[in-house]
């Protein structure tokens, strides 16, 4: 991934910097999430072993190159960060009820739902214990952010209420499920290598706007035919129930076009059916024709619009090699479609 956000000649050292750092990371994410309990070990770190993009320490590092560059403080926020993001992913999985994650069974369905609760809380002790070492400023970042991702989850749970406008619903839950955490990984950069304090409004709202695209494309990615190159079951967000946003501008177009509304009714009844079968293969097609529908053009669209908007609140930002690289950080999020 790093090579094609810094494919320029001009960003060749900032490539350099941030691949270190990133090694430096891994090393310590094995180091961290090494317990003396052979049962907590194995399950702290099922998902650390399956992979990940590590997008969020990659932008942390990049946004530390504002100041000082990779310190020993900047290693520990990326590492504090990863885990969070880590501990997330499996309660997400029981939430959601997802069969795989990165390509794995998810964990959940290895060990159970209490076991798979319990390894995600003991993550968020670990990330804690982490920016506690960073001092105050770090603390309050963690403790914001966590109450942030709980609030996220906790409005997807419950759903909008009648008022609410559904896709503004959205949006606020995927800005404070995924784009916080982006958020937090973009200021901890800033803050941690000693960069102007100035740069810190830019980084968050581009984190934050970047977060919601690259939520969007997931979306898209959720429909993919293609679950060995996406690690996810097709349709694993629908299935959970979770509103994404083509089925939000699908519902809305069924108000007044009848084929949209078979196809929202095909769906929802397939999903709340047990997936075996007949069953099984009507859900796989209705998929199939919700990829194809204009409804998924038009969240790919969003999320191109999100991602201009967060290069847009680069514009503080001095020029260079680091804002650039900002920039195509925002252009790959939104290529993971293609």
């Known amino acids: 991934m790093t090579e094609r956000i810094f494919a320029s000649p001009e960003t060749k050292r900032l490539l350099r910097s941030v691949d270190d750092g990133l090694a ?8 961290q999430l090494a317990y003396t309990d052979s049962v907590a070990d194995s399950m702290s770190r099922y998902l650390l072993e399956a992979g990940g993009k590590r997008v ?3 932008l942390l590092l990049l946004t530390a190159q504002l100041g000082a560059g990779t310190s020993a403080d900047v290693i520990t926020a990326a590492e504090a960060i990863e885990i969070t993001h880590l501990g997330s992913l499996y309660h997400d999985d029981v939430m959601d009820d997802s069969d795989k994650r990165r390509g794995v069974p998810s964990a959940h369905t290895v060990w159970g739902n209490s076991a798979a609760i319990l390894t995600g809380d003991l993550l968020f002790a670990r990330a804690s214990q982490l920016m506690a070492e960073l001092g105050e400023r770090a603390i309050r970042i963690q403790a914001g952010t966590f109450e942030r991702l709980v609030l996220g989850q906790l409005h997807e749970t419950v759903g909008p209420r009648p008022e609410d406008d559904l ?5 606020q839950v995927l800005a404070d499920k995924t784009g916080s955490l982006i958020a937090a990984a973009a200021q901890s950069g800033v803050i941690f290598s000693g960069a102007d304090p100035s740069f810190e409004a830019p980084v968050v709202e581009y984190g934050e706007k970047i977060g919601i695209a690259f939520q969007l494309i997931d979306d898209v990615i959720d429909l993919s035919p293609a679950p060995e ?5 097709p349709g694993t967000d629908l299935r959970a ?3 994404t946003l083509p089925m939000i501008y699908l519902r809305r177009l069924a108000e007044t ?3 949209a509304a078979a196809l929202v009714a095909r769906i929802e009844s397939d999903s709340e059916a047990e997936l075996t079968g007949e069953a099984a293969a009507d859900f796989s097609r209705a998929i199939a024709s919700l990829r194809e529908h204009e ?10 619009r999100w991602a201009d908007e967060a290069v847009a609140a680069l514009a503080p930002l001095p020029d260079g090699a680091v804002k650039q690289a900002l920039t195509r950080f925002a252009e790959v999020i939104v290529e993971r479609s293609r």
């Open 257 to 259: 076009d009848a084929e």
């Open 24 to 31: 430096l990371i891994e090393d310590g994410l094995e180091t």
């Open 56 to 58: 969020r320490p990659m």
């Open 167 to 171: 896709e503004e619903h959205y949006i």
């Open 229 to 233: 190159e996406t690690g996810k079951v």
């Open 241 to 243: 129930g979770v509103s």
């Open 295 to 304: 409804v998924t053009a038009r969240t790919l669209d969003a999320a191109r």
